[in-house]
């Protein structure tokens, strides 16, 4: 069709401007002209129901966050080194959802900045280099995260300071099984004589397969990581603002109180702006050996778009959304096991679910064909989700907060669709 043909076009235009190392979504990537609330909507009109974009996450264009971000883009808007009331109200909003124990915010404009500087100040308050994170993380961007980004594929640099533990488990002893693993890391770095910075673990380990169970399973890791004179960074750029539905933030399941956090992707609904919150005792310490500056992180547009979207959180009550309509939607995926047995197991919290398939039981093999199958058939049929976990047979499902159960009744539709279809398939 025409359709096909202009999206053909596209993708070799695409090639041809951005070069061979970027990745597109989908057998038939989809291209998106608008986007309102859920929904998003291709070049002839067609809408699709986005069960995966977090950074829209109070909903595509939503008409406050919009408004601030013109009505200040209209006023003024400047680089990040004269006062600017704005950029404190954000940041007092901001200090406000976090423990008291956390009281200063710093500025960014992408998660990876963020993570970035948290690397600097944990090496510079602690004196080391060793860092530890999960064998299908995903950090960021930057050279000195791309080496703790195992996700990417990449091959650690001989003799790097980086730690590679498994991903916690969903089994029974996973609080024991976790700590152990960090504590065996720990024991290696000081073997071979590096001192470590930091444990740096996304709280909801989305790269490695979501695992949210149970709520604490942290603590003992942290704590051995403590006292190994190490911090814990906790990357919120995935679970926080919300998303988990218990509180604002993935680190309060555990029952935590990180000594950094990273913050990205939502905090603008789209808008690029991100931040490290700290104790106030690190940055002292980093204030008095380092200096930070960085041009646009939390400029005044950024801070307009930030405190619109915590506006939004609150007054449309998104955290019990996502806390309500993802218990829904964990239930109605478990009803779906019974006629589905490709569904080994459903993990997550709010609306942060990953739903892991395996061929021949709960025990079986990853089935991470059939994962890629069940994305771009539920594609076809116009419901965003992806993929992820080390063999890519965890759905992800992670939807805009404002996903009401009408959404999660059309996702589960259209899931067991193309469940059952994929079952026909493989018995032809
Ligand atoms: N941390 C995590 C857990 C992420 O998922 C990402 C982005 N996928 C980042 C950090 C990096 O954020 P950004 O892309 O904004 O640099």
């Not at 400029?299 to 309509?325: F, M, Y």
Request: glycine share 12%; charged share 20%.
């Amino acid at each position: 069709s025409a359709a096909d043909e202009a999206t053909q076009d596209l993708i070799a235009r695409r090639n041809r401007l951005l070069g061979p190392a970027y990745r597109l979504f989908y057998e038939q990537p989809v291209q998106f002209v608008r986007g309102e609330g859920v929904w998003l909507y291709d070049a002839s009109g067609h809408r699709y129901l986005d069960a995966y974009n977090n950074v829209a996450s109070v909903g595509h264009c939503h008409p406050h966050v919009v408004q601030a971000i013109a009505r200040q883009a209209g006023v003024l808007n400047t680089h990040t080194r004269y006062l600017h009331e704005t950029v404190l109200d954000f940041a007092e909003r901001l200090l406000a959802t976090f423990p008291h124990q956390i009281g200063h915010v710093m500025f960014t404009c992408t998660g990876s900045e963020a993570n970035d500087l948290a690397l600097r100040v944990a090496r510079t308050c602690t004196g080391g280099t060793g860092f530890i994170v999960t064998a299908n993380a995903y950090h960021g961007v930057t050279s000195a995260l791309t080496e703790l980004s195992p996700s990417l594929g990449l091959p650690l640099p001989q003799g790097s300071h980086a730690r590679l533990i498994p991903a916690p488990g969903s089994g029974e002893n996973a609080t024991e099984i976790f700590a152990g693993h960090v504590s065996a890391a720990l024991e290696d770095m000081k073997r071979s004589g590096i001192r470590p910075a930091a444990l740096l673990v996304d709280t909801i380990f989305s790269s490695d397969g979501v695992f949210a169970d149970p709520p604490g399973f942290l603590r003992p890791a942290v704590e051995a990581t403590r006292a190994a004179g190490a911090l814990f960074i906790a990357d919120e750029v995935q679970p926080g603002f919300g998303r988990c539905g218990e509180g604002m933030w993935g680190f309060a399941r555990h029952g935590l109180v990180p000594d950094l956090v990273t913050m990205g992707k939502p905090m603008g609904n789209g808008h690029p702006v991100a931040g490290m919150a700290a104790r106030p005792e690190l940055l002292a310490e980093f204030g008095r050996r380092s200096r930070y500056f960085n041009t646009f992180g939390g400029n005044p547009v950024s801070a307009s778009a930030g405190i619109a979207v915590l506006d939004v959180i609150a007054a449309e009550g998104l955290v019990e959304n996502a806390r309500d309509t993802g218990a829904y939607l964990i239930k109605l995926i478990k009803g779906l096991q019974a006629r589905h047995p490709l569904i080994a197991g459903v993990r997550g919290s709010g609306l942060f679910v990953g739903v892991e398939l395996r061929s021949g039981g709960p025990n079986g093999t990853p089935a991470t064909a059939e994962a890629t199958r069940i994305v771009n058939l539920l594609r076809e049929r116009r419901v965003l989700i992806s993929s992820a976990g080390p063999h890519g047979n965890v759905l992800k499902i992670r939807p805009p907060l404002v996903f009401g159960t009408e959404h999660a009744d059309m996702l589960i539709q259209r899931l067991d669709q193309a469940l059952a279809e994929l079952e026909v398939m493989s018995e032809q």
